[in-house]
Every structure is written in structure tokens, then in C-alpha cells.
């Protein structure tokens, strides 16, 4: 295992364990207790990041985020496609420069996102927390449509 520095697929640096190997060199099979999480100043409070493989410096990444009950995570952007596979609880989520409650929609478990690079977009959740899967290709950043909702700069 060594610790990796990496830009998240939510896009801010974040240290964590990774367990992940090259693509095509050998077998990966991480469990639920085996991933090690951090925290991020880029996201909002209380979530968590867990690197499953990869690096979202550069090429291919998979991570895991487990975003906490009444959550919001205003409006943002990516500069890579990312593909968001919801893993447990439900994710409500909306396209769109400005948070609109009335527009998110339920995103139970097992449902699939595909995030286009530059769309604006943003998600909740409600009652309980919620676990999601993302995919994509690095370097990704989350650019928050107004700087002042940015908790990096808080």
C-alpha cells in the first residue's frame, strides 16, 4: 500500500491508502472494511472519499463518497465525464446553474448518471446518508459555479 495525494473525482486533493494496482497487472478485490476514507475541503461537510483505483491526477479513476444525511452540494461543474452509479441510500440530484429543490430528482440505490464534462449540476440527500461510485478519466476539479458556495475558499 502507499499513500497517494490525488484530485478527487469530486475535484480537490484528498490523502488517502489505495489498494488500487495497474490496469492488466493483477486481480483487485477491495472490501467494504478495507477501503480507507479522508475528507476533503472541497466537499461539503461531513462527506467522505475513499480512492478505489487510479488516479485522478491523470487517466482512469474509480471512487467511492459517501455524502451524509441533508446534504447539499450546490452547483458545479467537471472537466471530465464522470459516471455516477449510487450504491446505497438516494441521491437526489438536478442539472443546472442555480439550486433548485423543485428540479432534483430520487435517484434510489442502483441507479446510473452519466455527468458530460461541463454541466452544470447539483445533488441532496434527505433523510439518511447516501454512497455513490464515480468513474472517470482525470485530471478532474469540481468548479463551483459561484465561487462563495466554494468551501475551499470558507
Known sequence: ????????????AVFVTCQGVQAGSEALEIRPGDMKWGVSAALPKGAKIALIR???????????????????FPPHTHPDEHTV??????????????????K??????????VEPAEIP????????????????????????????DDPRTK
Open 85 to 102: 452509479t449510487v450504491i446505497s441510500g438516494t441521491l437526489y440530484y438536478a442539472l443546472g446553474d442555480k439550486f433548485d429543490a423543485k
Open 54 to 72: 487510479g488516479d485522478a491526477k491523470q487517466g482512469s479513476y474509480v471512487v467511492h463518497v459517501i455524502f451524509p444525511a441533508n446534504c447539499r
Open 104 to 113: 432534483l430528482k430520487a435517484f434510489p440505490h442502483g441507479s446510473f448518471i
Open 1 to 12: 500500500m502507499k499513500i497517494l495525494a490525488i484530485a478527487s473525482a469530486l475535484g480537490f
Open 121 to 148: 449540476h447539483y445533488l441532496a440527500t434527505k433523510r439518511g446518508p447516501v454512497t455513490v461510485q464515480v468513474t472517470g478519466t482525470g485530471a478532474t476539479d469540481s468548479n463551483y459555479i459561484n465561487p462563495k
